[in-house]
């Protein structure tokens, strides 16, 4: 399958901070999607990119289609505690239905 | 968003024997589900691909005859791991992708727990 590299891999701040994260290819992608993830759950679409260059928000939340349309970027503003979780991204290659995920940023925020 | 469901949720069974997860995408027809396998603390995986009324399409090291798939239904999906052993153990997630609203998305389904002893 594809390689999706996400950084940070796991990430400590403080309530209140802004969070960045991103997601990186070799390929080509069409879609990029933003997961969240809790314990024992299935993920939870957060955003969702269509076209390179898109910026889309959601809440405090806020994601970016790379022009290269090999990458994309999450932001979360003024974190808080249920923020908590694993963020996923998955991108969608031009050529199939099939979407591959990242490795995951495992996001802790201290009250 | 679109709710896809799995059931069971949580499942213990003996090595060798074989079980069967359904998925299934409860306000929206699903043209294509895909089945997630994740370890602990680790990314989810793709197995396979399934497209409605045709045979499951699955990624390389993924054995076609041990996780049999069926996709009888746009709303329906099974997983059946046959003849099951601890090293199968793992969280089984499957995902419906179909037109819901105005786009194309993907939606997942809550998870699966497996537990082989």
């Known amino acids: 399958g594809q390689q999706l590299n996400q950084s940070p891999q796991s990430m400590f701040i403080q309530e209140g901070e802004d969070v960045s994260m991103n997601c990186t290819s070799s390929s080509i992608f069409n879609t990029w999607l933003w997961y969240k993830q809790e314990p024992g759950e299935g993920p939870v679409l957060l955003i969702a990119l269509y076209k390179a260059g898109e910026l889309t928000s959601n809440g405090r939340l806020t994601a970016q289609f790379g022009i290269t349309r090999k990458d994309s970027f999450l932001n979360i503003s003024a974190s808080i505690p249920s923020d908590v979780g694993i963020y996923f991204c998955?991108?969608?290659?031009?050529?199939?239905?099939?979407?591959?995920f990242g490795t995951g940023t495992s996001l802790t925020v201290i009250p | 968003g679109a709710v896809v469901s799995q059931h069971p949720s949580w499942v213990i069974c003996k090595s060798g024997t074989s079980v069967k997860i359904e998925c299934r995408s409860l306000?929206?027809?699903?043209?294509?589900m895909f089945w997630y396998r994740q370890f602990p603390k680790q990314s989810l995986m793709l197995m396979a691909t399934s497209n409605e009324g045709s045979k499951a399409t699955y990624e390389q090291g993924v054995e076609k005859d041990k996780f049999l798939i069926n996709h009888a239904s746009l709303t329906l999906s099974t997983l059946t791991v046959t003849s099951a052993h601890p090293e199968d153990s793992s969280f089984y997630i499957c995902?419906?992708?179909?037109?819901?609203?105005?786009?194309?998305?993907?939606?997942f389904g809550p998870g699966t727990r497996l537990t082989v002893l």
């Open positions: 995902s419906a992708l179909g037109l819901y609203e105005r786009y194309n998305e993907q939606f």
């Open positions: 306000d929206f027809q699903a043209t294509t």
């Open positions: 998955a991108g969608q290659l031009i050529t199939g239905n099939q979407f591959y």
